[in-house]
């Protein structure tokens, strides 16, 4: 009995106080952590929020939502155009940021087109998507456009402005992947001159005769799509990878023999189906 | 003298050091403790004991040598392995090429895009979306996402294999002994390939939905005919053979 008195008599007292130093030191570590953790994790800077777009509907697959639809605008020369309306400065919360919005008219309702629709997937870091940045809106192709998949781009330099003659066969374009007649499609980048790859906005455009059949009846793709010309942003909302269209044989395996597919995880978009949802933008980080 | 009496810091004086033939033998303060320690001792005095009654009752000669010296037997030996491996690392970073290649490009993803191949049956688990049932009574909703429900389906399985060391299922060393269970594990080695196979579901000329199914029928069919077949080596002439040749415990 020797080691006995090395050690306090246990009590109801002393259990008491034990419980209480244990429970307020654990309930301190966890508020701590929780709160560095939120501090951490919340993200800096201004724009972004919760805001309706409209996109291709997602038909199949593990992706949250639609991916958003570019509105499109023609120069004098038919060259291709992303929306970039002119950045003003907004204040909310004492924080000064720059949005660049438009506001449409779509049966009689007010659709606000912004810019903070592409800001997901990291995208909002891209120095493109800055409102002010130093970039013009014209569609580029790829340096290297993909033609294997889309033989009718083999004439086409690699980083030239898209322009709307380009896409002539758009009522007939077909390849060896579903049905011909859907549209003519194309890759390229958006506000991304001159900066590396992993700050390159990547694009998907098509012009489709459907889609001029679309415009007759919707307002919202009359005044975005003209020509029949349709643009998406080349960025899955599930993982972030670029989808394709009518590149791989195995997208008929999921009925998207003729739609947007990503090859990751299965999602399939539908370019012909625009709808309107909602999500959260993430704002952009300050420069610094 | 009543300052003799006193204990003494020194450690002179009587009380403090017990003359010697009081001292109690370790064996014997051992055996007085209680609780836990005297558990211990307990259990492996028992299991001493019993290792001895089993050594003397073995027909096997007692080996003189037990193993060898640490040092410097077993360091020489374990310098000599260490330096094998430690040299072919250093051999394939000096040969190797310094970068594995450029950066990953975010901007176009690859055709074929897969996890490792130790992870398709984690990653084909995550695909069990069409068996997430709705309900009726909330409308035709989910009661939890597809994800959740993926992710779940990841912890029963693993949780499944975890608890199979838990299990006593006897000593039985042979699927013969054991059909059913010998079974289970034949489905479950078929399920953890067709999960796999359902993870790469895309690159396959199957129709998904094929896939699917078969990932759930194919190991019934293996579960059953390994059952089948065992059952049937069981009753067969062949068994009752070995079972007296290798003095097989009899199946119960």
């Known amino acids: 009995m020797a080691n006995d008195d090395n050690y306090p008599v246990e009590s109801d007292r002393r259990r008491f106080v034990k419980g209480v130093v244990g429970g307020a030191a654990l309930s301190g570590v966890l508020t701590t952590g929780a709160v560095s953790v939120t501090s951490l994790t919340t993200p800096s800077g201004g724009g972004g929020g919760t805001m309706n777009y409209r996109g291709a509907n997602r038909d199949l697959g593990p992706a949250p939502r639609s991916i958003p639809q570019i509105p499109i605008e023609l120069d004098d020369d038919g060259n291709i155009m992303g929306l970039w309306p002119e950045p003003e400065t907004r204040e909310e919360g004492g924080v000064e940021f720059l949005v660049s919005e438009r506001e449409f008219e779509v049966d009689g309702e007010t659709v606000t087109y912004s810019t903070e629709w592409f800001q997901y997937c990291g995208l909002q870091t891209f120095q493109g998507i800055e409102p002010d940045a130093d970039q013009d809106a014209y569609f580029r192709y790829d340096d290297a456009p993909p033609t294997n998949d889309y033989p009718w781009m083999e004439n086409i330099i690699g980083g030239s402005q898209m322009n709307v003659d380009d896409f002539d066969q758009y009522e007939d374009w077909g390849n060896d992947i579903g049905d011909a007649g859907i549209g003519q499609p194309a890759t390229g980048t958006w506000r991304s001159e001159d900066l590396p790859p992993e700050q390159t906005i990547p694009i998907f455009v098509m012009r489709s005769a459907l889609i001029e059949e679309l415009a007759e009846e919707d307002e919202w793709i009359a005044q975005t799509c003209p020509e029949g010309l349709i643009a998406f942003v080349g960025k899955c909302t599930h993982f972030c990878c670029v989808p394709n269209y009518k590149q791989l044989g195995e997208s008929a395996n999921f009925g998207a023999e003729n739609k947007i597919y990503c090859q990751c995880h299965q999602s399939v978009y539908d370019p012909l189906n625009i709808v309107e949802e909602q999500f959260v933008s993430l704002p952009r980080p300050e420069d610094g | ?252």
């Open chain 2, 1 to 252: 003298m009543s300052d003799n009496d006193d204990i003494k810091t020194d450690g002179s004086g009587p009380g403090i050091v017990a003359p010697d033939d009081e001292v109690p033998t370790w064996r014997e303060r051992k055996e007085r403790t209680t609780g836990l320690s005297r558990l211990t001792y307990e259990y492996f005095e028992r299991a001493r004991r019993e290792d001895q009654d089993l050594r003397q009752e073995s027909s096997y000669i007692e080996r003189d040598v037990l193993g060898f010296p640490a040092w410097p037997h077993e360091t020489v030996r374990n310098l000599a392995i260490g330096s094998v491996f430690v040299g072919m690392l250093l051999f394939l970073s000096a040969t190797m090429p310094p970068h594995l290649g450029d950066p990953a490009n975010p901007a176009v993803t690859p055709e074929i895009i897969l996890p490792d191949w130790y992870l398709y049956w984690s990653f084909g688990l995550l695909q069990l979306g069409p068996i997430n049932p709705d309900l009726a009574i909330l409308g035709g909703e989910k009661i939890m996402s597809d994800e959740l429900y993926g992710v779940l389906a990841n912890v029963v399985v693993v949780g499944a294999i975890a608890i199979v060391p838990f299990l006593n299922k006897g000593g039985a060393r042979r699927p013969v002994e054991q059909p059913f269970w010998a079974a289970v594990g034949v489905g479950g080695v078929m399920f953890a390939f067709t999960t796999s196979v359902l993870a790469i579901d895309n690159l396959l000329p199957i129709d998904p939905n094929i896939t699917f199914d078969l990932t759930f029928l194919l190991p019934l069919v293996a579960a059953a005919i390994a059952y089948a077949v065992l059952k049937t080596m069981r009753e067969g002439y062949m068994y009752d053979l070995n079972r007296r040749y290798y003095r097989l415990r009899p199946p119960r």
